[in-house]
């Protein structure tokens, strides 16, 4: 199995910045893509953004595109999201993913493999 860790959710004001760290140990791959799901209340889990192995392609929700960026750093097993600019609509639990291979990345979630427990973001108007 594969573990996943989020960290640096909080508070933060209409058009801020955070950035959330999603750390990886246990099970390894020889390679594998990573990726950033949200959920609002009452809302279905949707893809925000996702990685590529050697970091090549990326993709990104249309509701993002322009604010959020999201890398990798392979030596640490760490996957990023930086977001800024962010809006009222952003609020979400944020959860990391894992799905093994070098390159593709789905938006569906049931097509990946791990999932991190969620980190909360609050953006306030």
């Known amino acids: 199995q594969m573990q996943l860790i989020e960290s640096g959710g909080g508070f933060v004001q209409v058009g801020g910045s955070l950035q959330l760290s999603c750390a990886a140990s246990?099970?390894?791959?020889?390679?594998?893509?990573m990726g950033w799901f949200r959920q609002a209340p009452g809302k279905e889990r949707t893809f925000v953004a996702g990685?590529?192995?050697?970091?090549?392609?990326?993709s990104y929700s249309d509701s993002v595109l322009d604010r959020f960026t999201i890398s990798r750093d392979n030596i640490k097993n760490t996957a990023y999201l930086q977001m800024n600019n962010l809006k009222p609509e952003d609020t979400a639990v944020y959860y990391c993913a894992v799905r093994p291979g070098p390159d593709a990345i789905p938006i569906g979630r049931k097509q990946w493999d791990y999932w991190g427990q969620g980190t909360q973001v609050t953006v306030s108007s």
């Open positions: 246990g099970r390894s791959y020889s390679t594998y893509v």
């Open positions: 990685i590529s192995w050697n970091g090549d392609r990326k």
